[in-house]
């Protein structure tokens, strides 16, 4: 997948979850809390690649990656 179509790519906790290789879970408690870039959509969580990526970076440069 080309950078311009992971802009608008959305993906679900367990794809994120995967993508991060950390549990369900630990994506639900963060997206919950508000550290991790997420919407709600018929009450089920979604993300954005292109905001997660974003994150991740930020993660790496504040070096204050969450270990929930």
Do not use: C, H
């Not at 089920?44 to 929930?68: C, L, M, P, V, Y």
């Amino acid at each position: 997948m080309t950078a311009s179509a992971d802009e608008g790519e959305i993906l679900t906790l367990k794809q994120v979850a995967d993508f991060l290789k950390v549990t369900e879970r630990t994506i639900y408690r963060l997206a919950a809390a508000g550290k991790i870039p997420a919407f709600k959509v018929g009450g089920t969580w979604r993300f954005s690649r292109a905001e997660i990526n974003r994150w991740i970076q930020r993660q790496q440069i504040d070096g204050k990656a969450d270990k929930t």
